[in-house]
């Protein structure tokens, strides 16, 4: 599994439009074969920053990814909403996706 976790800084003018943005972007890769899970969250220190954590079954898969129309778009859009170059960090997990947790538990 390729796993990615991109973090984007919102120009102060997007920042409450984000989600709205990035919505059509999300659905269609969420669409894709490969994909295994494409999960926004916004920052709770500084209300600009979304981070994105992404995972795709293989690196075929996203390879298909960043050739789609929908990530060639949201590339082309992008640039005029971020107020800085995004942060990533790409790994390769031995793992097909999310686990439990070993050391908690939700209390009876």
Do not use: C
Request: zero cysteines; glycine letters at 4%; proline letters at 6%.
């Amino acid at each position: 599994m390729i796993l990615i976790n991109v973090k984007f800084t919102a120009r102060r003018e997007y920042a409450d439009s984000w989600m709205a943005r990035v919505d059509a972007f999300t659905r269609a890769t969420r669409e894709e074969p490969g994909n295994i899970f494409f999960e926004w969250s916004r920052s709770v220190d500084d209300p600009q920053v979304y981070v994105l954590l992404e995972a795709f079954a293989d690196a075929e898969a996203g390879a298909a990814h960043v050739n789609s129309d929908h990530f060639k778009a949201a590339m082309a859009e992008l640039p005029q909403a971020i107020a800085a170059k995004p942060q990533i960090i790409y790994v390769e997990a031995p793992v097909d996706g999310w686990g439990e947790m070993a050391e908690l538990t939700p209390a009876e």
